[in-house]
């Protein structure tokens, strides 16, 4: 099985798009990681996007800060101002799908599936060799996919308490193996901080075992223009050209 690995689209509907096309023919299933709203001007399209699309959705911290299921208090101001946006905008029905997504998905066996980390899957970001470590002591499936820092990354168990972090720049595909622990990080769709501002994503083979790092140019101005348009902070637009 091909899965194609997304998340943190942030209501980029262009970015996501583009992604669907940069991978068609790669994939015959995707998997979501959360964060589909939040962001950018177009929550409810990105949902109806991944409802057509994903097989497998969780949700992540954003979308519940749109739902109003957590305090925002902890949000930069800019950040908070785009959540309160996005929850004006929710459509009813998507709303009411966003609300029943859980915050992680283990059953793919081999797979766990959790937009922050194992151990805490709505808010904890896994940008360190100490944090994985601390998950990995937590773990029970051979590889956890995460979001949330919107780098991509991987993160290796090594023997003796060790971990070890790779970057796509590195290589773009990686071999996993069952017993070699693993957690991956695909990067952001529609709001990379990696300083590359193409979108982000991944594509993971279950039977060749492979993780690859993709890319996907898209027409940023177009989504800066409609984030102007509707309203939304101008450092939220500002920031996608930079991909920081
Ligand atoms: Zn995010």
């Not at 209501?11 to 979501?32: I, K, T």
């Not at 950018?40 to 109806?48: D, F, H, L, S």
């Not at 940008?127 to 002591?137: S, V």
Request: proline residues 6%; negative net charge.
């Amino acid at each position: 099985m091909k899965v194609l690995i997304v998340s943190d689209i942030h209501s980029n509907l262009v970015a996501l798009d583009a992604v669907l096309a940069d991978a068609a023919g790669l994939y015959d299933h995707m998997w979501c990681l959360g964060d589909i709203v939040g962001y950018g001007p177009e929550p409810n399209g990105c949902v109806r996007r991944v409802q057509e699309v994903a097989d497998i959705v969780i949700c992540g911290n954003h979308d519940w800060a749109a739902l109003g299921k957590i305090d925002t208090s902890g949000f930069n101001p800019v950040a908070r101002r785009a959540t309160m946006w996005t929850s004006k905008m929710l459509a009813d029905d998507v709303r009411s799908w966003l609300d029943a997504l859980a915050p992680s998905f283990g059953e793919q066996s081999d797979f766990l599936l959790a937009h922050g980390s194992p151990a805490d899957p709505i808010f904890e970001y896994v940008i360190d060799t100490q944090i994985a470590l601390n998950n990995f002591a937590v773990m029970t499936h051979p590889f956890a996919l995460v979001g949330h820092s919107h780098h991509p990354a991987i993160f290796v168990e090594r023997p003796n308490q060790q971990a070890e972090l790779l970057l796509p720049s590195e290589l773009p595909t990686h071999d996993l193996t069952r017993d070699t622990r693993m957690i991956l990080n695909p990067g952001s769709v529609g709001q990379p901080r990696d300083g590359d501002p193409r979108a982000a994503y991944a594509i993971l083979d279950t039977d060749a075992l492979t993780w690859t790092f993709r890319r996907a140019a898209y027409d940023i101005a177009t989504v800066q223009a409609h984030m102007h348009a509707v309203g939304l902070p101008s450092y939220l637009s500002e920031r996608l050209a930079v991909g920081m």
